[in-house]
């Protein structure tokens, strides 16, 4: 594991954490953790099973906490396209983000032409605006989230062009016990929707 230090343009240096894998690189990911004023960081659980995951299926894993003045979402986003800038100058090949509650509306919301699929876990559809993606993207929600009601996410997400939604049964918001299918459901995804080399 490489420990890495993100300056974002506006000037917030971030910690990040990066592991690649033993092989050629299929891609890059970068890791958004859940709300950081609810402790969130990017030691999570969940960030931590993904993040660890993802370089045994041949991608470049980037890590990293929100910058410490919260912004709301907005500086955030900001966050995650400097994220995206280390890896694209790495040269790991194509991008793509996986983001867990809070980090997944901020994935969802970034704007950024490199970002080439999304997964997003436990997004809190009906909490944040959070736009309809112009990328595949996978929506796995927590059969029991207690922020967001699953037919409401139904709803917001069948009305994406490009999204499907997978239910994580037994779950609540917090995905305990579930960390290591959250994580493989995530690595089979981008896998396939990068093209990746299985």
Known sequence: MESVLLTTSDGHELTA??????????????????????????FDPVVDAVFRHLPTLGFTALRFDFRS?????????????????????????????????FGAAVALNTGD???ETIVAIAPPLTRMDVSAPPVPVLVMMPGHDQFTDLADASRVVDSWPRADLQIIE?????????TTHVAETAGDWLTHAIGGHR
């Open 69 to 101: 003045a919260f912004d709301g979402g907005t500086g955030e986003r900001q966050d995650l396209i400097t994220a995206l800038d280390e890896l694209a100058g790495r040269s790991v090949g194509p991008l793509a983000v996986v983001g867990y509650s």
């Open 113 to 115: 032409a490199r970002i």
């Open 170 to 178: 037994s779950s609540d918001h917090f995905l305990a016990g579930r």
């Open 17 to 42: 954490d990066l592991v690649s894998p033993s092989g050629a690189t299929v891609g890059g990911v970068a890791v958004c953790h859940p709300h950081p004023q609810y402790g969130g960081n990017r």
